[in-house]
């Protein structure tokens, strides 16, 4: 059976409550969470896109052509495959506070949503969270009928203020619920949190080493995505730059638009880089500390990028005999001649 990693489509921002406990009258403590792959998982999956100079994705690539680097050492995999068209399991994770009924953001969506499903594939399946202030609710359960969820979402009303840093840490377990192997959580918000618990600085952490990509439409201008001035921070741009920072730690990316031409872009983009990646694995070897490894990829030179997980938490990966290294080499130098 084919081994396909999860992958999670982030195009807007979710928000849900984490499970606490406090004394009455006392501030709730948040209890940490932490989504990545673990030793005890005993394999470790590596999605990634590769874009050539024109920026579109590269479907030809070959095995030979990839070179995988833990912590900077480079590890042999026992596995390359493609997904050129594989159908996919949408977590669509919808903003449903008060600011999304600003400035069109919540027609936008719902404008998204649409295109996105104009896009589907046999064997698609969606499920929808809408999210404010509260945990992200389940509103429509993972199904092949993708009309609930328009349905559903043409009945939210936008209220309240905005946790999405909750709610987006607790995605990708509730992306397990979908039937493929290829998963992608979809992600509708204008990226303005103002109710967490949950920091800024932590959900980074929290969310390294998860084994998806997220895929962030953020609902805003891109003239909007400025430099933050740290003497004079603005709050409601400044989360579309922990959005971008999330996207690309686990491989994905960030889309800014809420106009049509806009959203139908970035849903083609976001198309072509999901249903064509690739995927390289290895176990790791049981030995030395539990702990987070920084995962990097060489390719050869008609690549422009390449969008890959930012590690893994587990133990040490096995390593390439000094044959092989050597052999690695001289591969390099060819490519290069």
């Known amino acids: 059976m084919c081994r396909l990693s999860t992958f999670v489509l982030a195009i807007l921002v979710a928000t849900s409550a984490l499970a606490q406990t406090a004394a009455p009258g006392a501030q709730p403590e948040v209890q940490p969470l932490k989504f990545a792959d673990t030793v005890s998982v005993g394999y470790v999956m590596v999605p990634f896109t590769v874009l050539g100079s024109k920026g579109g994705p590269i479907t030809d690539l070959r095995q030979r052509e990839v070179q995988l680097f833990v912590d900077g050492v480079p590890v042999p995999s026992d596995m390359f495959e493609r997904s050129m068209n594989a159908p996919v399991s949408f977590t669509i994770l919808l903003d449903g506070s008060g600011s999304m009924g600003l400035a069109g953001k919540m027609p936008a969506a719902r404008a998204a949503m649409a295109t ?17 202030d509260h945990e992200a609710a389940e509103v429509v359960p993972f199904t092949e009928d993708a009309a609930k969820i328009m349905r559903a979402m043409n009945d939210v009303k936008p209220f309240g203020k905005t946790a999405f840093f909750d709610a987006l840490a607790t995605m990708p377990a509730r992306s397990e619920l979908g039937k493929n192997p290829t998963r992608a959580i979809i992600l509708l918000s204008d990226g303005i949190d103002n109710a967490s618990h949950l920091t800024r600085a932590q959900l980074p952490g929290l969310l390294e080493g998860v084994s998806v990509p997220i895929y962030a439409l953020g609902l805003r201008e891109p003239a909007e995505k400025q430099p933050m ?8 741009f400044s989360d579309l730059g922990l959005l971008e920072e999330i996207a690309n730690q686990t491989g994905g ?55 890959v997980r930012a590690g893994y938490l587990g133990t040490e990966p096995p390593i390439l005999s000094a044959a092989a290294r050597d052999k690695t080499k001289k591969n390099e130098r060819k490519r290069s001649s």
């Open 116 to 132: 996105l499903i104009a896009h589907r594939k046999p064997g698609d399946d969606f499920a929808l969270y809408v999210f404010d």
């Open 229 to 236: 001035d740290p003497k004079h921070p603005n709050e409601e």
């Open 253 to 307: 990316r960030l889309f800014l638009g809420n106009r049509p031409e806009q959203l139908s872009e970035a849903v083609d983009a976001l198309e072509n880089n999901l249903r064509a990646q690739y995927l390289i694995g290895f176990s790791p070897t049981g030995k030395g500390a539990v702990k987070y490894r920084r995962i990097a990829l060489k390719l050869a030179g008609r690549v422009r990028s390449v969008r």
